[in-house]
């Protein structure tokens, strides 16, 4: 079976958390993946992993860039705005991705396990879109097979231009906040957001058996704990091996000082309010 190559397109501005030397030291334990970081802040290549790429990178220069490939113009003045842009990455940074099969974005405020044990490439074969849950698609991990029909699938919501032309944040690679909608199972249909979301087209193209998406379940969030990640490994209760972790509400609790260039050990736990070797 042929192995997909599978490419993670990041933009980060700001600096980064104290957090991101744990996210650098689990992609690197996914080595035959590529993750390439679009960042304003420094680089310093002898702390990076092979696979990861750090690229300067700018505000301003999204904005021209992402107006030179969608048509009209771009002007976001903030950070975050970003995540409303993550669906378009292959299609506005069409050139980096055109040798591989998948691209995708995800967080940087994760810790990776090991990816291809979920993201096989009987998945990859058989599927267009990836998600790390069951119910909506994740902004903090997509994939999408790299082609003219997925790259341009944020244009099928009757609402991309509004989205990527406002200075307000949709939650447009997810649900446009409509979470809990989505988790108790109602029909998309059913569903009335301000604007039409990635995961209402997704199920919408889904019906119509124009898209084949993969919704599995294989995220851990909240203030979970009880974790241990060893050497690219992470396990649950010491029985469930899972995808990722996602820091979302760990880093509200707890916090390191922000050292440049940390050493992160092989093994360490993680709590519900602390991580800890």
Known sequence: MKNNSIAFLILYIGDYPWYFSYFLHSCKYNPNIDFYIYTDNPIIESSTPENVKLIPYSLNEFNKDAAKALGFPVNIEHGYKLCDFKPAYGYIFAD????YDFWGHCDIDIIFGNIRNFVTDAVLSKYDVISARHDYLTGSFALYRNGLFNNALFKQSKDY????TSSENFCFDETNYAFKAFEIGLHRSEIKTEVESMTHV?????EKRKLKPYFEFQILEGLAGNM???????????????MYYHLIKLKTVYSEKNIQNRVVPNKFRIGKKKIYY
């Open 202 to 206: 997704v199920k919408r193209l889904e």
């Open 161 to 164: 231009i509004k989205v990527f």
């Open 228 to 242: 241990l990640w060893d050497n690219g490994t992470l396990t649950y209760r010491k029985e469930f091996e899972v």
């Open 96 to 99: 980096l991705v055109k040798n």
